[in-house]
């Protein structure tokens, strides 16, 4: 796997509760069913290392994808990409993986893989973990787009008075982890990844909507053709606006391939999704190109023992999401890196 310089950032991982509205970055909440395993509570800090870029990146482009795939892409790199799903198979006993890829205007591809000893799992519904983080940006950005909220204003403007304390940090700050909330320092002082600005982002879209988050997503950015799976859990609330979503691979790299492809938000908006400060978080996305060796965007999600990893290499048009249980997200990412170069 590439890797240039590698940030190590720090995670506060806290239970699930009515008093606290943060879990781990890349993790997700309970919810009624996530890969056919019991929700885990996690109550322990632990440290998530990403690569990021020395400085500021140059703008990450985002060039229009061609029409959505619904052929496949044929016998030979079909094959290549099924040998990098056997070889992981064989390298985790107890191990279920689904994943998809798409390119843009020529096809795409997707498998469901389990080993004997992998019984009991739920391979028709995975928890997506913080990728849900992804389309809560992306709902958000649609209301600045219709001029409902702005994304300069302080959060406080859009919030219910019992959301709690915002910090004076904008909307934008929120979006780009960098409200100061949960380090108590001033907004736009650092990144912090942190559940919670996530979570008042939620607050915010039910707000201005009058709806809950749910009904606010799945009327919104989720209703996306072929993506009918990745879904928002019917156990939830307002928390997984930070994640977790639930989904099938391709569903979810359906989703990926419209929101890059530009039938989501506008160009303008995905734009700012991929402005990637020199930590390589935009908004509601990680900059994954020093880990894939080219342009690549998109989020990492836990739900243990699941993983989750969805991917966009927009100059290649090509869409890569992988969900696997019980996996470390590091061996998640590994996978999708490997299904990206049998592609090339």
Known sequence: MIRSVST???ILAVALSACSAERPPTSGQPEATTSGHSPAVPTEAATLSRSTAPSAPAPFPVPPFGPAPSTG???LLEARLQRVIDSTIEQHKGLALTAAVLIGGQGRWSVTAATSESGGVDVASWSTGSVGKTVTAAQVLRLA??????LDAPASTYLPT????ANGATVRELLRMRSGITGHVAPDTRFEY??????MLGRILEQVEGRPLGEVLTSGVLDVPGAERLTFPQIAGVENAAGPLQTDALSLARWGEALFGGRIVRASSLRAMTAF???GYGMGVFDFSADFDRPAAGHLGVDEPA???LVV??????VVSVLATPLEWQDTERVAEELAVAVR
């Open 162 to 165: 019992d959301a709690g304390n």
């Open 8 to 10: 190590a950032v720090a």
């Open 277 to 279: 400060d020199a930590d």
């Open 194 to 199: 942190a559940n919670v600005d996530y979570v």
């Open 73 to 75: 892409l044929g016998r």
């Open 313 to 318: 290499l927009p100059a290649d048009q090509l």
């Open 145 to 150: 787009e219709d001029g409902r909220v702005d």
């Open 307 to 309: 993983s989750a990893v």
